[in-house]
Every structure is written in structure tokens, then in C-alpha cells.
């Protein structure tokens, strides 16, 4: 596990000024229905689900994942459908088989709250336990579950480095950051109607994470909450039906 | 005198004091009341309809006063407008201070204030004038059975119109309710002529659960089914005069603008004193209102009425309507309901009317006196409207009708009245099922479907059972009865009462500079400059999705230019310089081709003696279309097959109205692509489906092609991938109380969130559990409404054996309006995608 004993330095990181590559400098590399971007020297790939590999380090990344979104509101008397976390998991795990991943990384939020884990049915649970002895299995601290997944095995870190590159639930913008958190949103119109959908948000130095999880709603990436992540704005990685189509910031439009 | 004679006083006096006689059914509905029998009155507009509805009760009321009467509900008036309500209270009160009454009305609808609410519950008034929605409410309250078990009437108005709707299995559900509460009431009905009486009879009046005791059946007549005849008809008026516009102006081929028109009708609008225009569509009300007054010489005031017109606007047409003030209103369905506004003579209907039941009541709206004939005009918008126009004309002078007048009853609405109900008084689900059969769209159901519903309320009705543990209604232990497990599951069901569900509507906003007049705009720069200013409507979210800043647009009778979305509201600037807006035309208030006029026209294409009095040019394109190609029979269904540019054509004639012939064109389109075709796309009109692709299809088997078991496998794989079940299921999941019109936790301004997470469970449902109850739910509505299922059905077995061939190297007659209207749809499906790639499509080319 070389990549995760290296130690956890990063004041340094921080400190040094945050590297500002021109927004349109790398346009990503499509291939197939993936596409392969540049971030702090390393190169990703989207997938069309929406998680990240990173192949060089064998590492599988998902983010915001939100199991146990449906039975916390049928807590509330809503009741939704009780299959969200089946589907999720289900997703996660036939990207696992295909990739074989070394690590996986869960980017934070994995559960909707911290009563999430106590909820799952026996069988998630089962399935979950599963994936987690396949591989190191690093679950993030998010801000609506914290450090409760802990309970089912695998690891929990406030954050995490993969080489150069900083991996966080909130992003900060500060540069070779991976983050999560914001379940960005991309809206693209043409031919008199409009499609919204998740994507990556992409700026050549930072990249959030969409949201994985079956039940998650989107923030547009027009949204101010992004200026503060990207300063210049950020394109678009879309996840069309089965496929990842990037789309130049110019493009994108507000809700 | 004799009709006054046969009323008690003080009532006959007032009519011999306002020298009115009581017309025969008015007194008839008087007599049968003092029997206790139910009554569906179907009468013509302008026959008292809703005078006659009432005198009933006043009478009853004016002879109880003698007796000290307690405050207690005596007659219930349920409407499907807001408006009508309080229209009728005020019409209803000049008789009532006349006769020196001393009576209680009053309304309650969304708009009446919390402690009027409040007081209305303490001390009920002899007459409560509400809607549905508000009727559900008071079902879903502790004390509604106190409120409700004086009630000795129900009168239910424009019953036509919320029967065969989810509003009406909704009504008919609570009104079932009140019967359990006050077993002896009767029901009074009012509606227009129906093609099917007896079905709105019994969704008016349902049947009594057999094992109910009626307290006081022996003393009266028990309003029941089997009591005999329970429909009354007012005489008929006099048969209006309906002209169809024979254009001088050359008629158009294809298009719904009725542009050539406008001189003709402006020509009427000035003979008239107040003429209506009603159009389809509010994009059609938009531009006839432009046209009238771009040639309005005269200066007529000429004024316009929408759904997305902001209220205050609204209001004010209407209130210059009944002042006279106005020559014209160009309108849409808004003003198809009853509320009366003045003094209309004419009404004009442009475009194609779609059903005879829809233009018998729009022309209902001239002369609202009886012995008068209603004129009316006809503006055809193109040649297969003219056939149209003339089969409506003729059935309206027959007095034919159309329509469904009844439906099954949603499984979400049932859904929705079982929390009702266990937010109310708590119930036994034996009695409930007893109730909820009793009513009309309900009388087929299941007990085990009942069942599922129930479940559905208290579990969200999964086969995993995990949310046992979290019902929303529980089973007292002792009693067995239900009810909702705690107050505030009883008050977010009452949040989220009705079976409306509006599209996501977004403010239109002029937008204006701080400090400054009107603003320019000069691209995006400018923006952050631009503030929300005065309102000139709401727009459907979805129209506004699909612009781009700076697209053209006609709304409030002006071009706008669009420049932003800023929270909850489109911004705007006016675009006066612009000819022809970009963006014509946004949706709302389509109707399909009834199946009734579409038979007529085809009889029409049929018989020669029935085209004599077609305009020329119409008669001369039926010619020729019958030397280069055929007409066929009224049983036929011609396919004509040809090549055109570089691709082949397929064009098949059913006359069955746009939403059937979509939905055929989707599966042809599946069908024809199996088949190695492959199609490209395709064009459904309200006469027409036009296929094409780059094959010839000339050689198909059409028999196979068009086999009814298209509506088997072929429609679910469509369904699956399709948008419209998304739409569909999240209505239903509303109505039903699975999700919130607005989710807790994630609000947002126009409910965009809710949108998407709608589609979210939709798929992890049809995935996880396909046969969910909500998902059948979903399902039945979109073959009813979206897909009309039912008439598709229909064709394809009156068309079975009967399809005749042409194959051409030329376009035919009837083809060539079709033709120019091709080209403009993506195949569905594909089209989302689509727009991703053309985004990715302009990067790939500027970035080489």
C-alpha cells in the first residue's frame, strides 16, 4: 500500500500558491466514453457513471454517494423508494469488477446522515462488507455522515494524497484537488429544449467530483458556489446516457 | 303564472315582481327536491342552470326559518373554479336580500383567510360555495363529520368538466365521504349536453353501499340510482347560427396560424359588439392578437386573456368585459368555463375546434339569453381544417356531442383521499372499501388493488418491507381503525392536497436598470446591471429551459427579447423592432381531434354530396387527390409510400388526432428500424403520420407493420426509455403523497430539484420493483392522456385488412401538408444526447 503509507505532510502544500493553469489550456482527451484529463501532473479518467480512476495508482474514486437517502425520508414520512442504496452499491460494484481497482475512495457524504448506517438492510449491508474486503477502502469524512461508515470496515481520513494530488470532501480550490461535496450540475441547451445533467467540473488545476449516488440532485455549475473553486470558471465533463461529453464553459447555462 | 303558481312564496312573487316566468325545469328541479330525489340537469349556457340549482335549498331554508335554526350546513356548491364561486354567491345574494332571506353564504377557497376558515368550522354557514380541493381539505380534518352531517345538498356545477378528470375521482371519493356523514342527501348536478348522460349521471349521484343504514330513507325518497330517471333536460335554446369562414384569401396548406384570416374576422369583430376569439393554443391567442391589431384601423379595443397572463392583468379584462368596455378578447380555454362577463354576441374559433362538445360550449358563451340564436364563426387555419370546421359546424347544428364524460378513477388519487381520510376522522378499511366502490371511477376496484393502495399510503408499498417500521398511518389496536400516526403526517398531507399539478411556472419580468428607464442590453456584460421588474405573467419553466439569451419570443402581446433567468423569474426586454419572434410557439392547451369529428371527416372525404359546400380550392384538392393518388373509404386507412430528395417517404392517414398518431409514430418508427429501414425520423399531425428514412418502404409488409401487437412489447421498450413515463410517475408520485410538491431539504425556488429527483426515483423504482403500484399508476395515466392508447387501439383494429397501398415517385395531395411540416423532430430519445453532441460537436471544430 505505498500510496497510503506516505505521510499525510500538506501545510507546505498549502502554502505554496495555488497553480493557475489557463482555463482552456488541457481540453481533456476523449476516448471511447471516457475522458482522460491532466491534474497536478497525473492523468484521470471520468467514467461515465461519474467516478474517477486513476490508473496509475489502480485507485477507484466515488464521491457523495448518499446511501440511505430514501429511508431517511420515509423517517419523515416520505416514502421514497427503499432501492437507492441497492442501486448505488450495485453501480460501484460493476465498475469494481471491470477496473479491479486497488483502492477505492469514497469522497465523503457516503451516507445521507449517521443514522444511514444502522438503517441498511441486511443485504446492502452484506454487499457493502463485500466490496470493502476487495480492496483498501478509504471512506472520507463528509459533512452529513462524518466518520459513522467507519462501522463497516475500511478507513476513515479527513482527507487524502495521492501523490501531488490533494483528495477532500469540501473542495477548497486550492489547487491538484480532487473534491466532492457539491454535486455539480451541468445545463446545456440547443434545438429548443435544454438538458441538465451531473458532470465533473474541470478548470485544469481543480476537479469536483459529481455525485454518485442514486437519489442525488445536482447544484448548477453556474451556481456562485463554484466562483469561489474557480475563480476563471470551469468546463464541463457531462454524463450523457453512456458516455462522458465535455463542454466548454462558454456553453453552459444557468438554471 | 302557471310556472310561477307552482312555487311557494315568497319566491313566486319575486319572479312576477321582476316580471320573470321560472322556466320549466326550474320548477321541476324545485318539485324533485321537495321529493328528495337527485338531479343531473343538463342545460344549455344562459338556461338559469345555477339558478335552478339553488332555489331548491332557498326555498327549503326560507320555510325553515320559522324554526330556530342552530348554525348548521345546509347546502354544499362545489365548482371547479375558484372564480365561479364567488360569482355565484354574489349573483346568488340579490335574490336572497330581494326576498328579505335571512341566509348565510359564503365561500372558501384558497384564498379565504385562516380565521374565516376558522369560524366557517365553528358556525357553518346554510350555504358553503367552495371546490374540490377545499371539500378534500374538510375531509382531512378532526371535525368533519360535526361539519358535514347536516348537509341536505350537494350541488355540484360544470360537472361536464371535472367528471372524466382526476379532480372528479378526487370529488366523487369525498363526496362519498359526506354521504357516510349526511347518508340522506341529495345530489344536484349541472352540466352542459354530454355525449354520455347516464355515465355523469352515476358518477353524480354513485350508488349507496348496500350495507350503510340511510337513517331517513323511509321518510324520503332515497337518492339513489335505482330511484328511476334522474336526468332532467332543460329545454334546448335556440340553435345557433354557425358560419364557417369561406376565406377569399388562398388557403394555406399546412401551419395553425390562420394569419390569412385576420382581415375576414377583424371584418366581424366590427359588426359585433362584443365578440370572443377563442384559439387553441396560447402561442395561437398571442399572434391573433398581434394580427388584429396590426390592422386595427378603427382602434377597437381589442384585449387578450391566457392561463400565463399575470392575474391582476386578467382581472382587469374581465372587469372592462362586463363594463362593455372592450369589442374583443382573443382567449384560450381560460374563458371556456362559466363565469359571465358581459354581453358577448359573437364568438369566432380559430382554428379547428377539435371536439363539437368544445365549440357547443364556446359558442354557449354569446347570448346568454335562450330565445335568442348564439352566432358564431368559424376560421379554419388550413385545407384539412375547413374539412373539420364543416363537421363541426353540422354537428353542432344537430346538437351532437363528444367527449368522455367518465373515467376510471387513478389509483393515486385514491391514494391520496385514503390519507385524507386517515388524517380526518380515523376509518375502517372494510367500510372505506365499501365507500370507495361506491363511487362511479372507483366501482370496478379490486379489494386486493384497494389494498396495495393502502399499503402504498402507510409503507410506500414496497415488496422489500424495510419501511414498516416508519408508517405513515397506523391501525389503532383496539378498534382496527387507521389513522395518520402522528399531527404532522396529517399536516404535510394537507399541504399537498389536490390532483392539480401545475408545470414548474416561472415570473416573466420586464427588466429594468437601477435608476434608469428602459435598458439595453448589450450582451452579457450588461447583465449583472439588469433588475427584476414588473411582472407580465408566468411562463412554463421548460419553455424558458430551452431558450438562449437573446432568443425572441411573443408573450402579453409583445415580442420579448430574453435575457436571463434570475431566480425564480425569466427577465426580459421588449423587442418591438423584431418581425418574427425565434422562438414561436410554447405549449398548453392542446387538444386533440376528437374521435367524433374525425369520423365525421372522413365520411365528409368520402361522399361527394357532402362537399358541395366546401370552399373551392378544398373541393379541388379532394379532386386531384383522388386522380393522382385515392381518398379512401371511412373504414379505409390509405398509406401512400414515396421518395423525395435523397430520402423515402411514408405517409399513412388515420384521422385520429396528434397524441394517437405520435405515439403510432414512435412504434412504426421501432418497428420499421427492426426491420432495417432505418427511418429517421417522423411527423405526426392531427390527420397525418408522416415516417421517413433512407430506405425504401414501399415494399413493407403493412399488415404486420401496423398489427395492434405494436401495443405489447414494442410500447414497454419504447415506454422504458421514454420521458414522458418520467413525467407522468412524478405527477402521480405527488398526487399520491410519495414525494412533496416541495421536498423538505430541498427547496429551491421554482422546484427544479424536485424535477430531477423525481426522475432519480423513477428509474430506481422501474428497476428495482417494475410492477409498483405507482408505476401502474403512471402507466394507466400516460396511455389515457399522452399516448391515448386507447384510440390507437381502436385504429389499428378498424384499419386491420384494410389498408390500401400507393406507391409513388411523387407527393400526393393530401401529403403535401404534411411534407412541410417534416423535418422538424428528432427522433425522441436520441434528441437529449443530441444536444450534448452538438455542444461537443462546436468545441471539436473551434479547437480543432
Given amino acids: 500500500m505505498p500510496l497510503l503509507s506516505q505521510p499525510r505532510q500538506t501545510s507546505q502544500r498549502r502554502e505554496r500558491p495555488a497553480p493557475r493553469a489557463p482555463l482552456c489550456a488541457p481540453w481533456p482527451v476523449v476516448i471511447g466514453a471516457t475522458v482522460e484529463l491532466q491534474i497536478a501532473g497525473a492523468t484521470v479518467t471520468a467514467l461515465p457513471g461519474g467516478a474517477l480512476w486513476i490508473r496509475d495508482a489502480k485507485t477507484l474514486v466515488v464521491s457523495d454517494l448518499h446511501l440511505e437517502k430514501g429511508s431517511s425520508f420515509a423517517l419523515r414520512g416520505q416514502m421514497l423508494p427503499p432501492y437507492d442504496t441497492r442501486a448505488t452499491l450495485t453501480k460501484l460494484a ?21 443514522g444511514g448506517p444502522a438503517r441498511m438492510s441486511e443485504g446492502d449491508r452484506a454487499l457493502l462488507r463485500d466490496l470493502i474486503t476487495r480492496c483498501d477502502w478509504i471512506w472520507v469524512e463528509g459533512n452529513h455522515d462524518g466518520r459513522t461508515p467507519e462501522t463497516l470496515g475500511g478507513v476513515v481520513r479527513d482527507m487524502l494524497h495521492l501523490g501531488a494530488l490533494a483528495l477532500r470532501h469540501e473542495p477548497t480550490g486550492a489547487g491538484c484537488e480532487i473534491a466532492g461535496h457539491l454535486h455539480p450540475c451541468a445545463r446545456v441547451s440547443g434545438r429548443g429544449r435544454s438538458v441538465r445533467r451531473r458532470c465533473f467540473a474541470y478548470d485544469g488545476a481543480n476537479l469536483v ?3 454518485f449516488g442514486a437519489f442525488t440532485g445536482g447544484l448548477n455549475l453556474c451556481d456562485e458556489a463554484f466562483a469561489a473553486i474557480f475563480p476563471r470558471g470551469a468546463m464541463a465533463l457531462v454524463l450523457a446516457r453512456a458516455r462522458v461529453v465535455p463542454v466548454a464553459q462558454e456553453r453552459l447555462l444557468p438554471d | 303564472m302557471s310556472q310561477s303558481s307552482r312555487l311557494p312564496q315568497p319566491f313566486a312573487a319575486w319572479f312576477e315582481a321582476r316580471g320573470w316566468t321560472p322556466r320549466a325545469h326550474q320548477v321541476a328541479l324545485a318539485e324533485r327536491a321537495r321529493a328528495g330525489l337527485s338531479t343531473l340537469l343538463i342545460a344549455p349556457t344562459g338556461a338559469g342552470k345555477t339558478l335552478a340549482g339553488f332555489l331548491p335549498s332557498l326555498i327549503e331554508l326560507a320555510e325553515d326559518q320559522r324554526t330556530a335554526r342552530p348554525y348548521r350546513l345546509h347546502t354544499l356548491y362545489i365548482s371547479p373554479l375558484k372564480a365561479l364561486t364567488t360569482d355565484v354567491a354574489r349573483n346568488l345574494l340579490t335574490p336572497v336580500r330581494e326576498m328579505k332571506l335571512s341566509l348565510r353564504i359564503e365561500t372558501r377557497t384558497g384564498d379565504t383567510p385562516p380565521h374565516k376558515r376558522q369560524r366557517q368550522r365553528a358556525h ?79 358518477w353524480l349521484v354513485g350508488h349507496r353501499p348496500a350495507d350503510t343504514p340511510h337513517p331517513s330513507a323511509s321518510q324520503r325518497a332515497a337518492p339513489t340510482r335505482g330511484e328511476g330517471q334522474i336526468i332532467l333536460h332543460a329545454a334546448p335554446g335556440a340553435r345557433p347560427i354557425v358560419d364557417v369562414l369561406d376565406s377569399d384569401a388562398r388557403i394555406p396548406w399546412s401551419g395553425h396560424t390562420a394569419r390569412h384570416t385576420m382581415p375576414e374576422v377583424y371584418a366581424a369583430i366590427t359588426r359585433a359588439k362584443l365578440a370572443l376569439v377563442f384559439v387553441n393554443t396560447r402561442a395561437q391567442a398571442e399572434m391573433t392578437f398581434q394580427e388584429l391589431w396590426r390592422i386595427n384601423d378603427n382602434q377597437l379595443p381589442i384585449a387578450l386573456h391566457h392561463g400565463s397572463l399575470d392575474v391582476a392583468q386578467r382581472r382587469k379584462v374581465e372587469a372592462a368585459m362586463a363594463a362593455g368596455a372592450l369589442r374583443a378578447v382573443v382567449c384560450t380555454s381560460t374563458l371556456d368555463l362559466g363565469v359571465d362577463w358581459g354581453d358577448v354576441d359573437l364568438v369566432i374559433q380559430i382554428g379547428a375546434p377539435k371536439g363539437a ?29 375547413v374539412l373539420e370546421c364543416r363537421a363541426a359546424q353540422e354537428a353542432v347544428v344537430e346538437g351532437a356531442v363528444d367527449g368522455a364524460s367518465t373515467r376510471v378513477g387513478g389509483l393515486d388519487c385514491l391514494a391520496q383521499h385514503i390519507m385524507g381520510c386517515a388524517s380526518g376522522e380515523p376509518f375502517d378499511a372494510n367500510e372505506l372499501y365499501q365507500e370507495v366502490v361506491s363511487t362511479a371511477p372507483y366501482a370496478e376496484l379490486p379489494r386486493a388493488q384497494f389494498d396495495r393502495v393502502l399499503d402504498l399510503v402507510a409503507t410506500g408499498g414496497y415488496a422489500l418491507r424495510s419501511y414498516d417500521r416508519y408508517r405513515r398511518i397506523v391501525q389503532d389496536v383496539q378498534s382496527g381503525r387507521w389513522r395518520a400516526r402522528n399531527p404532522s403526517m396529517a399536516q404535510q398531507h394537507r399541504m399537498n392536497v389536490g390532483a392539480i399539478i401545475e408545470s414548474e411556472m416561472l415570473d416573466v419580468r420586464l427588466a429594468t436598470r437601477r435608476g434608469a428607464g428602459s435598458p439595453s442590453v448589450n450582451g452579457r456584460g450588461q447583465k449583472a446591471l439588469l433588475l427584476p421588474g414588473r411582472r407580465l405573467g408566468q411562463i412554463e419553466e421548460y419553455f424558458i429551459e430551452g431558450l438562449t439569451p437573446g432568443d425572441t419570443f411573443m408573450f402579453a402581446g409583445e415580442i420579448l427579447r430574453f435575457i436571463d433567468v434570475r431566480e425564480d423569474s425569466a427577465l426580459v426586454v421588449r423587442a418591438p423592432g423584431a418581425e418574427n419572434p425565434s422562438i414561436p410557439s410554447y405549449a398548453g392547451g392542446k387538444f386533440p381531434l376528437s374521435t367524433f369529428l374525425a369520423e365525421r371527416v372522413r365520411m365528409m372525404l368520402h361522399e361527394p354530396k357532402r362537399q358541395k359546400r366546401l370552399p373551392l380550392q378544398v373541393r379541388d384538392w379532394i379532386k386531384i387527390q383522388k386522380r393522382r393518388s385515392i381518398v379512401p373509404t371511412p373504414d379505409e386507412m390509405l ?17 385520429e388526432g396528434r397524441l394517437a398518431h405520435q405515439t403510432l409514430g414512435m412504434l412504426v418508427t421501432r418497428r420499421l428500424e427492426r426491420l432495417g429501414k432505418h427511418p429517421l425520423g417522423f411527423l405526426a399531425s392531427e390527420y397525418a403520420m408522416a415516417v421517413w428514412g433512407l430506405e425504401p418502404m414501399g415494399a413493407c409488409d403493412f399488415a404486420a407493420l401496423f398489427d395492434e401487437d405494436m401495443l405489447g412489447d414494442d410500447l414497454e421498450a419504447w415506454l422504458a426509455e421514454s420521458t414522458l413515463m418520467k413525467r407522468t410517475f412524478r405527477d402521480c408520485a405527488v398526487i399520491a403523497g410519495m414525494i412533496e410538491r416541495r421536498m423538505p431539504g430541498q427547496e429551491s425556488k421554482t422546484g427544479r430539484q424536485v424535477t430531477f429527483s423525481a426522475d432519480l426515483i ?87
Avoid at chain 2, 378526487?170 to 354521504?179: D, P, S
Fill in chain 2, 124 to 202: 357553518p354557514p346554510d350555504i358553503l360555495l367552495t371546490t374540490p380541493e377545499q371539500l378534500c381539505l374538510l375531509i382531512a380534518s378532526e371535525h368533519a363529520r360535526a361539519f358535514f352531517e347536516d348537509v341536505q345538498v350537494v350541488i355540484v356545477d360544470e360537472a361536464h368538466a371535472l367528471a372524466p378528470t382526476k379532480r372528479g375521482d378526487l370529488l366523487a371519493l369525498a363526496l362519498a365521504r359526506v354521504a357516510r356523514w349526511a347518508p340522506a342527501h341529495r345530489r344536484v348536478g349541472l352540466s352542459a349536453t354530454v355525449a354520455d348522460e347516464e355515465g355523469l349521471a352515476g
Fill in chain 2, 762 to 848: 423513477y428509474d430506481v423504482l422501474k428497476q428495482y420493483e417494475p410492477d409498483h403500484v405507482l408505476l401502474q399508476a403512471a402507466f394507466a395515466d400516460a396511455g389515457e392522456g399522452y399516448l391515448d392508447l386507447r384510440r390507437l387501439g381502436a385504429l389499428l383494429r378498424r384499419v386491420k385488412g384494410r389498408i390500401v397501398h400507393r406507391d409513388f415517385d411523387h407527393v400526393s395531395p393530401f401529403a403535401a401538408p404534411v411534407m412541410l411540416e417534416v423535418g422538424r423532430v428528432p427522433i425522441q430519445g436520441a434528441a437529449e444526447d443530441a444536444i450534448l453532441e452538438d455542444a461537443a460537436a462546436l468545441i471539436r471544430e473551434a479547437m480543432g
Fill in chain 1, 209 to 211: 467530483m459529481p455525485a
Fill in chain 2, 639 to 655: 398509406v401512400e409510400t414515396f421518395p423525395r430528395g435523397a430520402k423515402h417517404y411514408l405517409v399513412c392517414y388515420p384521422f
Fill in chain 2, 357 to 385: 362538445a368544445r365549440l357547443t360550449q364556446r359558442i354557449g358563451r354569446a347570448n346568454h339569453r335562450l330565445d335568442e340564436p348564439s352566432r358564431a364563426l368559424l376560421a379554419p387555419s388550413n385545407l384539412f381544417e
Fill in chain 1, 94 to 114: 460493476s465498475l469494481m469488477d471491470r477496473l479491479s481497482p486497488d483502492i477505492v475512495v469514497s469522497l465523503g457524504d457516503s451516507f445521507h446522515d449517521c
